[in-house]
């Protein structure tokens, strides 16, 4: 006999996502907060062109692209940091953040670890609203999801398991400030109400999980982790159902957008400096599809046929979509630079932001694209590791030692980027 059962979907609430509101009396409170660095973590997909190293100036940068110039001493790129360890030239995002080998442990297919995101959260987030915000473009298309591989977002918890994201800006606006004239009561009663149907839900699995071959199981053990952290959002929307949303200080979005195009990007990158701004979280995942980019230069295929560089052509697109994503970083840079906080610093120097890919030019999975900024960091234009020896978990471990975590090692890498901090 097949047992079937009905896919369901669980929305966040209007009032998931809060942060306290800004307050004369907590100044002291607010400079402290302002004092803890932030960290934003960009990942996209499918590679760079070869000319992102064209030079040890940024000259791709700089000249080439003319992006990024207002921003040059406060940038630092990158070079000849080896990201092997994801192990598939298709992923350019499913191990960027944990840089684990996912087929390293016995017995599974595919086995995750934690991202720097989610030590960051664990450690630096539990007394904000939300430890972390974990977000995407909406679904990419093309080979290996469109070049992330697996997953749902740049995050994966202690368990290894994929961290849903929020891909609509509209839910992120209505997460950040809520979802409209929702009284307390009818919050109240929508948590009450996902309780039960996450109760019920739970034990359809629990029984249908006794009928299933191992193979199946282990779908579901990826499935149920979901379920996870629905369950954690909700007693987090609980815990904090009586503090008032922040005002408002972005417009609110419309209901459409082209994923992965530069409307989206400036979108999203406006509620990101929102959300740091409110002090909703400290800290921030953004999975980018190039879709929409790929579409504005009239490109009839998709990033994975792109990235095999057949011809001169091919190059230039490389560059053209290169130019339009550094451009809509750049203006996220000028965002953050635009807000003054509490301790007198700009939003841009209070948060240490990063922009890679797991993969480089020709499903290369070594010297991956990858730029550092802000974070009041010792930035230079080109950080470039002549030996070859340095892994990209050696990035992601500078990033949290500098926002303050207490970590000593990341994924197996104990040692920092010392250009970055020294």
């Given at each position: 006999?097949?047992?079937?059962?009905?896919?369901?979907?669980?929305?966040?609430?209007?009032?998931?996502?809060?942060?306290?509101?800004?307050?004369?009396?907590?100044?002291?409170?607010?400079?402290?907060?302002?004092?803890?660095?932030?960290?934003?973590?960009?990942?996209?997909?499918?590679?760079?062109?070869?000319?992102?190293?064209?030079?040890?100036?940024?000259?791709?940068f700089y000249k080439k692209l003319k992006v990024l110039k207002n921003h040059q001493k406060e940038v630092s790129i990158?070079?000849?940091?080896?990201?092997?360890?994801?192990?598939?030239?298709?992923?350019?995002?499913?191990?960027?953040?944990?840089?684990?080998?996912?087929?390293?442990?016995p017995g599974k297919s595919f086995q995750n670890a934690i991202s720097c995101d989610q030590v960051a959260a664990r450690?630096?987030?539990?007394?904000?609203?939300?430890?972390?915000?974990?977000?995407?473009?909406?679904?990419?298309?093309?080979?290996?999801?469109?070049?992330?591989?697996?997953?749902?977002?740049?995050?994966?918890?202690?368990?290894?398991?994929?961290?849903?994201?929020?891909?609509?800006?509209?839910?992120?606006?209505?997460?950040?400030?809520?979802?409209?004239?929702?009284?307390?009561?009818?919050?109240?009663?929508?948590?009450?109400?996902?309780?039960?149907?996450?109760?019920?839900?739970?034990?359809?699995?629990?029984?249908?999980?006794?009928?299933?071959?191992?193979?199946?199981?282990?779908?579901?053990?990826?499935?149920?982790?979901?379920?996870?952290?629905?369950?954690?959002?909700?007693?987090?929307?609980?815990?904090?159902?009586?503090?008032?949303?922040?005002?408002?200080?972005?417009?609110?979005?419309?209901?459409?957008?082209?994923?992965?195009?530069?409307?989206?990007?400036?979108?999203?990158?406006?509620?990101?400096?929102?959300?740091?701004?409110?002090?909703?979280?400290?800290?921030?995942?953004?999975?980018?599809?190039?879709?929409?980019?790929?579409?504005?230069?009239?490109?009839?295929?998709?990033?994975?046929?792109?990235?095999?560089?057949?011809?001169?052509?091919?190059?230039?697109?490389?560059?053209?979509?290169?130019?339009?994503?550094?451009?809509?970083?750049?203006?996220?840079?000028?965002?953050?630079?635009?807000?003054?906080?509490?301790?007198?610093?700009?939003?841009?120097?209070?948060?240490?932001?990063?922009?890679?890919?797991?993969?480089?030019?020709?499903?290369r999975i070594k010297d991956i694209p990858a730029v550092v900024a802000g974070g009041s960091l010792k930035h230079r234009?080109?950080?470039?590791?002549?030996?070859?020896?340095?892994?990209?978990?050696?990035?992601?471990?500078?990033?949290?030692?500098?926002?303050?975590?207490?970590?000593?090692?990341?994924?197996?890498?104990?040692?920092?980027?010392?250009?970055?901090?020294?």
């Open positions: 006999m097949t047992t079937k059962v009905k896919r369901r979907t669980f929305l966040a609430s209007s009032g998931a996502f809060m942060a306290l509101p800004k307050m004369e009396s907590l100044a002291g409170e607010a400079v402290a907060q302002a004092d803890a660095k932030k960290l934003v973590y960009l990942g996209f997909n499918f590679g760079c062109s070869p000319n992102w190293w064209e030079d040890n100036t940024g000259d791709y990158l070079r000849n940091f080896d990201a092997s360890s994801a192990g598939n030239p298709h992923w350019g995002t499913s191990t960027l953040l944990t840089c684990h080998d996912v087929h390293s442990t450690e630096l987030g539990q007394a904000y609203r939300y430890p972390s915000l974990v977000l995407s473009s909406p679904n990419s298309s093309g080979s290996g999801d469109g070049g992330w591989g697996p997953g749902h977002s740049l995050s994966w918890n202690e368990r290894g398991d994929a961290i849903p994201a929020m891909t609509s800006p509209l839910d992120l606006y209505h997460a950040l400030f809520g979802g409209g004239k929702v009284s307390k009561e009818e919050q109240v009663y929508r948590l009450k109400q996902k309780r039960s149907m996450m109760d019920s839900l739970v034990s359809d699995i629990k029984r249908l999980n006794r009928q299933l071959i191992p193979e199946d199981r282990e779908k579901m053990e990826q499935y149920t982790s979901s379920i996870r952290q629905i369950e954690l959002d909700i007693a987090r929307a609980e815990k904090w159902i009586d503090t008032p949303f922040p005002k408002a200080t972005v417009d609110k979005p419309g209901p459409h957008i082209v994923s992965g195009s530069p409307e989206e990007l400036d979108l999203m990158y406006s509620l990101i400096t929102a959300a740091l701004q409110s002090g909703s979280t400290r800290v921030i995942t953004y999975r980018q599809s190039t879709d929409g980019i790929l579409r504005k230069l009239n490109f009839a295929s998709e990033s994975h046929s792109l990235n095999h560089l057949r011809g001169d052509e091919s190059l230039k697109l490389n560059d053209s979509r290169d130019k339009l994503r550094l451009q809509a970083l750049g203006r996220f840079f000028d965002r953050m630079k635009a807000v003054t906080e509490a301790n007198g610093k700009s939003l841009f120097d209070n948060t240490i932001s990063s922009f890679a890919c797991n993969i480089a030019y020709e499903h234009s080109v950080i470039h590791d002549k030996d070859h020896t340095r892994k990209s978990a050696d990035i992601w471990l500078t990033t949290l030692q500098a926002a303050g975590c207490e970590a000593e090692s990341f994924a197996g890498s104990s040692t920092v980027v010392g250009d970055l901090i020294g």
